[in-house]
Structure formats: structure tokens, C-alpha cells
């Protein structure tokens, strides 16, 4: 019986695909990668599945609808202080976390929006935590630059201080003897701070698990890469630590880089540079108008012409994995929940007053918290799990 119904279903299954027409997996070609200290690196030939070809759509279209989103909160002034926005470089995130396992650890700079909802914080969650409310991830205490989740350890006002901190999550992973790796993400402006070079010396020297992640989009705030550096070739900056150069545009690229470099680092074979190849369309932050260092048609040309979303919603329609009508069914979807998390953490309340001071500590040595009287100090309190705290 139990046969009869396999049998039955398996029939229906390939009636349902003949009917639809859909390919379960496609092959794709992606650009070259460049190489560094590597004699063999990732395959350009690629395989998709029709699963990870809607998952992959999906995450990136939601994080873009957030930011687009996010944008149009700061602007009514309900965003307040600094929002770097992630809108163009959806497929370095979604390609990475395609590769990573759960054990694995990811930390980043400012521009964390993005990362913060594909490691796990829902969109509510993320909109929430930008407009200061209690939804938020943080509880409203974080905000643009703060925000975190499981084995995602946030992400980092400082420029470049992160990259140290990546680092250290990667020695935590090797002292443990887990196969565990640890992602540190950087601007190509970070690019040029003396602590990165620092910390790839003791990551080479203790063969350390880290995937040094250069964002390379073009521009440090207003200045280009080209007047800020005197080699962009930011992959091969780690000196005798192995390199990869991938574009960043092609979440499927990003993927097969992704992959051999966590199965680089999770084999003992230390620390890999990947360099990926972006581009951001808003300004640095919400309070750069983004063209006073670069033209609007220089904007729009990568739109048309390498915009992340719209080449891979291209390549899985023309390769039968899905049709026009999905996805745009799946936009709808997208907008209903952005548009419903965001009108929730517009409408949430602020957290108390008394709740300034707690979750400083996950261990506090200290049960007063100094206010800003030194005579009126304010009560340490526990009111969330610690994130992380293992």
C-alpha cells in the first residue's frame, strides 16, 4: 500500500512538472575568479536548484524591500542618526550564508541590515531595531549599527574594528577543535586600516579559521578605491595568505567562492582573503546624496546592467526553474510583510525608562550601572537571553 501511494505521488510529482514545465536543476557559467597563492580555486561551471533558486530570490528581493523601506523611514524622520543601506550588494550576503553552516560565525560593519536578516532576525525584528522600538532585535537600544542573532555577533560602528573581532571568533572556533569558521566582512575604505593587516599576520601564523571578506564597492564614503588605495586588488593584500577574487553581482559566484573557502579554512588550511566585487546604490549613509563623487548615469548603468536581482531573476526564468508569475507572486508576498513589519515598528512603543540598563552584562560584575550622576547610579537588570553567550 505504502508503495502504491509512493508510486501514485511520484506520478503526480512528474505530471505536475511536465504540466509546468520545470526544470529541477540548471547549469550556469560564472566569471573566472582570480587567484591568489591558490593553485586551484572554485569551479566556474555551477548547478542550481529550483529550490535554492527561489530561496536565493527571496532573500535577496526581501532585503532590498527592507532597505527600500528603511530609506523611506529615515527620510521621514523616523530613522534617526546614521542608516547605511545594503540595496546593490544583496548577493554578497545571500551567496555566503548559502554556504555557511550553522556552526559557523559571522561578523560585519555598519552596513548590517542585510546580514542581520538572513542570519535570522526577521524583517519586523530589523525595522523595529532602526526605529528604536521594543520589536526590535536589540529592543530598540541598537539601532542601525547594532544588531544581533545567532552566531551573527553584529554589526560594528567603528571602521575596521570588526575585522580584529572576526579574528577572534576564529581562534575561539580552532580552541574549541570545532571545524567551525568565522566570516569578518569590511568595506574596501576599512580595507586600509593598519589593525586588518594585524590580525591577517596572527590569523597566517596560527592558521587561523577566517574568511576575510573585502566589500569592495567602489568607494569609501565619497572617496573611489582607486584614490584611496594604492593596490585594489584587495584579495591579494593578505600577502602570503591565499586569495579570491569574485564578482560580487552573482550570488552564485559568491557562492562557489563562499564554499571553497569554508572548505579551505575547515580543513586546517588557515585564513583565506576573498575580495568581492559590489556595488552600493544609495549614498555611504542616508546623509550622502551618493552623487556629488560619481555620476546618477554611473548608478544607473549598473542598475541595467549588473543589478543582482534582476540578472539572477533572469537566469532562473530562461533556465525553466521558475516563471514570471512566481516570482512575481513572491514580490507580493515580500511587500505585504515589509509593509506590515513596517508599520508595526512605526506604531511599537519605546522600552521603558528602567530598561536602559539592563542586558548590559552578560555576567555582570557590577550590580549598578553608573547614570549620568555618579551619585544616582541606575539597577542592572536581566531581561533577555544573552545572544551568543555559550
Request: with cysteine.
Amino acid at each position: 500500500m505504502k508503495k502504491l501511494v509512493y508510486n501514485i505521488n511520484k506520478a503526480l510529482g512528474l505530471i505536475s512538472n511536465a504540466k509546468n514545465n520545470y526544470a529541477t536543476e540548471a547549469a550556469f557559467e560564472t566569471k573566472p575568479f582570480r587567484l591568489h597563492n591558490l593553485e586551484q580555486g572554485p569551479g566556474t561551471n555551477v548547478t542550481l536548484t529550483r529550490d535554492d533558486a527561489l530561496k536565493f530570490y527571496n532573500q535577496m528581493h526581501t532585503i532590498r524591500r527592507m532597505e527600500t523601506s528603511a530609506g523611506n523611514l529615515y527620510k521621514e524622520k523616523i530613522i534617526r542618526g546614521f542608516c547605511h543601506l545594503y540595496s546593490g550588494q544583496e548577493a554578497v550576503a545571500v551567496g555566503i550564508k548559502a554556504a555557511l553552516r550553522p556552526h559557523d560565525a559571522v561578523i560585519t560593519a555598519y552596513r548590517a541590515h542585510g546580514w542581520s536578516h538572513i542570519m535570522g532576525v526577521p524583517p519586523l525584528g530589523v525595522l523595529a531595531e532602526l526605529t528604536g522600538r521594543q520589536s526590535g532585535c536589540a529592543r530598540g537600544k541598537g539601532g542601525s549599527m547594532h544588531m544581533y542573532t545567532n552566531n551573527f555577533y553584529g554589526g560594528n560602528g567603528i571602521v575596521g574594528a570588526q575585522v580584529p573581532l572576526g579574528v577572534g571568533l576564529a581562534l575561539a572556533a580552532k580552541y574549541k577543535g570545532t571545524d567551525g569558521v568565522a566570516v569578518a566582512l569590511y568595506g574596501d575604505g576599512a580595507a586600509n586600516q593598519g589593525q586588518v593587516f594585524e590580525v591577517y599576520n596572527m590569523a597566517k601564523l596560527w592558521d587561523l579559521p577566517c574568511i576575510f571578506v573585502c566589500e569592495n564597492n567602489g568607494y569609501g564614503m565619497g572617496t573611489s578605491a582607486e584614490r584611496a588605495a594604492a593596490n585594489t586588488a584587495y584579495y591579494t593584500r593578505g600577502d602570503v595568505i591565499p586569495g579570491i577574487w569574485v564578482d560580487g553581482m552573482d550570488v552564485l559566484a559568491v557562492r562557489e567562492a563562499a564554499r571553497f573557502a569554508v572548505e579551505h579554512c575547515a580543513t586546517g588550511k588557515g585564513p583565506v582573503v576573498m575580495e568581492a566585487a559590489t556595488y552600493r546604490y544609495s549614498g555611504h549613509s542616508m546623509s550622502d546624496p551618493g552623487t556629488s563623487y560619481r555620476t546618477r548615469d554611473e548608478i544607473q548603468e549598473v542598475r541595467q546592467t549588473r543589478d543582482p536581482i534582476t540578472s539572477f531573476k533572469e537566469k532562473i526564468i530562461t533556465a525553466n526553474l521558475v516563471t514570471a508569475e512566481e516570482l512575481k507572486t513572491i514580490d507580493t508576498e515580500i511587500r505585504s510583510v515589509v509593509d506590515e513589519a513596517t508599520k508595526k515598528a512605526k506604531a511599537d512603543k519605546e522600552i521603558a525608562m528602567e530598561e536602559l540598563t539592563a542586558d548590559i552584562s552578560s555576567l555582570p560584575l557590577e550590580q549598578y550601572i553608573r547614570n549620568i550622576s555618579p551619585f544616582d547610579p541606575l539597577p542592572h537588570k536581566r531581561i533577555g537571553e544573552a545572544v551568543n553567550f555559550k
